[in-house]
């Protein structure tokens, strides 16, 4: 807790000093200082209404540059506090009705102020999803990925929507302050204007254009960065937010860790955690985590993206030019789009999938996960369920995303779940199966082509897509088996069998969900949609606590879903398979694990071939291509994704070997 | 003609939408007939089709040519 400063009431001597620096007050007793307050760290500067100033006595920290002394030159305040060591210098217009925290820095700005009615972007409600209207989030500073999916997308629950936005409302008039505030130690440099604008601790402004009625979060171990002509509107930024080079934000919401620059305009939209947004454009969109547009050109409109990348050229329409732009778009988590790949929304686009093409058509895929989506030549929408269970892109997604998470590890806002396979996805699995599985058994064998959900499937891909979820389901229920029984210090049947016992607290469903990032079973969600509806869960924090336990009960979850389902897909009893059966199962998943591996380095593989080297060796012979290649490339054998793949593979085998010995020795 | 090669070769000419008179035995499925990633994938996928048979993927991808998938299916079948 910062030590409360104890002010006085300046000195006849102080004022006849700052008088004598250029130095005047609408009322000198109104301005009252620290002890030890020195007047020579005060010039040519003008003071309106009550004044409170914390001493100088050193210098402020600059990141580059020289260090300069604190105090304040050539500004204009008005109803202000100043902690200790502030540097105020050159401010065009003036401060008024903030509170300046210890160490902070003010340089070459033009206005600075708060008014009364401010809020500082809280309350500010935006149109996500959908542009006309209908799935309003309302922000907040507290504001995480999972309360704003809850608000924006179950819109069919209207009493937890009313009791979700009484949660924000009691939030905002308890805790939100009335008066500007800059946090401990942050720097504000060249900025034009700043209006009814919070800022935490150790943020960064640099060059920006204007800032108004926002909040920018920001700590000293997760410090945020707004930069560069931006201009923010209604918005609030979570900590360790990048946002600069002209960035054109209005009504927007930009989670911890996020990026967004390189005059990237978005409005009505929310980005949470880990988002990176460059040169494009987005309009009302719910962007859960890790959601990824780079390029020039592309639009992402009314849509719901997490875990998702946008290829240059990404567009689609939420408006046919009947009632409105009313349609919206769900792409689940994993998805992305190809280079000028379109869509006419509404669609739903499965998890992990990839839509290539122009589709002039609706489809709905959501069943269908890791699935191939690609436009025919008149639009059509073509579907290979499953192709990129095995594929090099999807392995490499799941290990690139904990490693790029950007969030202060004090304290993390949006509950993610990294999972690739899990019971969310194998849940899907089983009920495409099911679908496939219909599909082939009541539609005429002579036809080559099937609609589904306004795709198309080739009859062979059904044939295809049950064999890709097939091996996925397996080898996903026998790692996990595998890997709870090896993890057993002492391996012995008994402990093995009571390591399987599913945790009291457990809760299984067969349907998993994911919201915007956190997996949960179904009833996890229920139980939390009746507690807010029916007032159970009395503020914003108890909603986090929930989320939290949430979060904290996946293991457990999991297991619950993977002992109920071994059973189901492999016909046997999990808490009476004898020696042999566990035998068996390491040697299954061994070799389901080695099949899966070795197809994702067949496929890393094909980035090695004759077609990959085109262009290279320019200007030199036939054999400088390869030479050229490899010099930029590398070889496919010592690619390090390759290596790690194949030492994955090889402990595996040894985990597998070690496991069978200890069984079979006890 | 066996029954084996002629219905693999009315399988490459219906999946890769070829003229039947470019599938002669030598005719490498990528490099002659213009088969891309996902139709090599729906060719496997076709013959098990065709055939009721299962084909382990590696393998049956690792097969260049037509006159290779009648051989491999033969095989598979016998």
Redesign the interface.
């Given at each position: 807790m910062p030590e409360k400063i104890v002010y006085r009431k300046l000195s006849p001597e102080d004022i006849r000093l700052l008088q004598d620096q250029g130095c005047s007050a609408l009322d000198w007793d109104c301005v009252q200082v620290e002890e030890g307050f020195r007047p020579i760290r005060v010039r040519n500067t003008h003071f309106a209404g009550t004044i409170k100033l914390g001493r100088h006595t050193g210098v402020s920290p600059a990141d580059s540059g020289p260090e300069k002394i604190s105090g304040i030159f050539n500004a204009y305040l008005t109803d202000c506090t100043l902690g200790r060591d502030v540097r105020i210098a050159n401010v065009g217009v003036h401060i008024a009705n903030y509170d300046i925290a210890d160490n902070v820095v003010i340089e070459d700005v033009g206005i600075m102020e708060s008014t009364p009615a401010a809020t500082f972007g809280n309350g500010v409600e935006i149109e996500v999803l959908n542009e006309a209207g209908g799935r309003e989030v309302i922000l907040f500073d507290e504001l995480s990925a999972q309360f704003a999916y809850l608000l924006c997308l179950h819109r069919y629950r209207p009493e937890l929507i009313e009791q979700l936005k009484i949660l924000i409302k009691n939030y905002i008039s308890e805790s939100v302050q009335k008066r500007g505030h800059i946090g401990a130690a942050s720097q504000i440099r060249s900025t034009r204007e700043i209006i009814n604008v919070r800022i935490g601790e150790n943020a960064r402004i640099q060059g920006a254009s204007s800032l108004s009625n926002g909040t920018i979060l920001s700590s000293p171990d997760a410090p945020s960065l707004i930069a560069s002509g931006v201009i923010a509107r209604d918005f609030i930024f979570a900590e360790n937010v990048s946002v600069t080079d002209g960035a054109l934000l209005q009504k927007v919401y930009v989670g911890q860790g996020s990026r967004i620059g390189k005059q990237f305009s978005a409005e009505n939209s929310l980005f949470f955690a880990n988002c990176e947004a460059f040169h494009g454009e987005a309009c009302s969109i719910f962007a859960g985590p890790y959601t990824v547009t780079h390029h020039k050109s592309s639009l992402l409109i009314a849509g719901l993206f997490s875990f998702y990348n946008a290829g240059s050229g990404t567009n689609q329409s939420n408006h046919m030019y009947k009632l409105g732009p009313v349609h919206e778009g769900r792409l689940d988590r994993g998805s992305k789009t190809g280079s000028f790949s379109y869509m006419m929304w509404p669609c739903h686009v499965g998890p992990f999938s990839v839509v290539l093409g122009k589709h002039k058509t609706n489809f709905d895929a959501s069943l269908f996960p890791f699935s191939?989506l690609?436009a025919s030549q008149n639009g059509r929408c073509y579907m290979?369920p499953g192709?990129y269970l095995?594929t090099v892109g999807t392995v490499r997604d799941e290990a690139k995303w904990p490693t790029r998470d950007k969030r202060p590890a004090a304290h993390q806002r949006d509950y993610i779940s990294f999972h690739t396979l899990s019971p969310y996805t194998m849940g899907k699995i089983i009920a495409a199966s099911a679908a496939l599985n219909q599909l082939r058994d009541t539609t005429d064998p002579d036809r080559?082509e099937i609609a589904l959900s306004g795709a198309l499937i080739?009859?062979?891909?059904i044939?295809?897509g049950l064999?890709f979820y097939r091996s996925a389901l397996q080898m996903y229920i026998l790692e996990k088996i595998f890997d709870r029984a090896r993890k057993n210090e002492q391996v012995s049947l008994e402990n093995i069998r009571r390591s399987f016992s599913v945790n009291n607290n457990a809760v299984y469903s067969e349907q998993w969900v994911d919201i915007a990032g956190l997996l949960m079973p179904i009833d996890r969600l229920r139980d939390l949609q009746d507690d807010i509806a029916q007032g159970r869960l009395a503020d914003i924090h108890a909603f986090n606590h929930r989320l939290q336990q949430i979060h904290d009960a996946y293991l457990d979850d999991e297991w619950a879903w993977v002992a109920h389902n071994y059973e189901q897909v492999f016909n046997a009893d999990l808490m009476n398979l004898t020696k042999d059966d566990l035998v068996q199962i390491a040697r299954d998943y061994l070799k389901a694990r080695q099949?899966h591996l070795?197809?994702v380095i067949?496929d890393a593989q094909?980035e090695f071939d004759q077609q990959s080297r085109l262009g290279f060796g320019l200007d030199g012979s036939p054999g400088d291509i390869l030479n050229d290649f490899e010099q930029v490339r590398g070889s496919f054998e010592k690619n390090q994704f390759v290596v790690q793949v194949k030492k994955i593979l090889y402990d595996l085998e040894k985990q597998v070997e070690i496991f069978i010995n200890k069984l079979n020795s006890c | 003609m066996s029954d084996v090669e002629s219905k693999v070769k009315q399988i490459v000419a219906?999946?890769l939408k070829v003229d039947p008179s470019r599938i002669n035995d030598d005719a490498r499925f990528v490099e002659d007939l213009g088969a891309e990633?996902?139709q090599s994938?729906?060719l496997?996928?076709?013959f098990?089709?065709g055939f009721d048979i299962?084909m382990d993927?590696?393998a049956a991808?690792a097969v260049k040519t037509v006159g290779g998938a009648i051989k491999f299916i033969e095989q598979a079948i016998a």
């Open positions: 191939h690609e290979v192709l095995n080559l080739k009859r062979p891909f044939r295809a064999k099949k070795n197809q067949a094909k | 219906q999946t990633s996902i994938i729906e496997v996928a076709a098990e089709e299962d993927e590696d991808l």
